[in-house]
């Protein structure tokens, strides 16, 4: 059986491009309480630390400010910020009168 292995930098644009929007949909809309944030940033650095093979969170951190990867709680806020701004200047009447709520 042969097995091929991925370099890293493959690894990390799937996990960016594919598997952190499917972790994080429709989450924008909810607001998660810190460890619930904390439990997201836990499972993504975790990734880091496999793929790396090391134990030290300043290696992960290093190697995530390397790469321009940042946590789901950092692209959670983005978008959340980019949702409510879309949701408060919406024209539809019902979402106007729940945010007046």
């Known amino acids: ?19 952190t929007p499917i972790l994080l ?11 619930d944030l904390r439990s997201l940033d836990f499972t993504f650095n975790r990734l880091w630390m ?7 969170i300043d290696v992960v951190r290093d ?7 940042d946590l789901p709680s ?5 978008r959340q910020d980019k ?3 879309r949701y408060i200047s919406t024209e539809n009447g019902a979402c106007q009168y729940c945010y007046k709520l």
Request: proline share 0%; net charge positive.
């Open 1 to 19: 059986m042969v097995y091929l292995e991925s370099s890293e930098e493959v690894i990390l644009e799937l996990v960016r491009t594919k598997y």
């Open 25 to 35: 949909y429709g989450l924008e809309c909810f607001q998660l309480g810190k460890a």
């Open 50 to 56: 496999k793929l790396f093979k090391t134990g030290s």
């Open 63 to 69: 190697c995530q400010s390397y790469f321009a990867i």
């Open 74 to 78: 950092c692209d959670l806020k983005r």
């Open 83 to 85: 949702f409510m701004t």
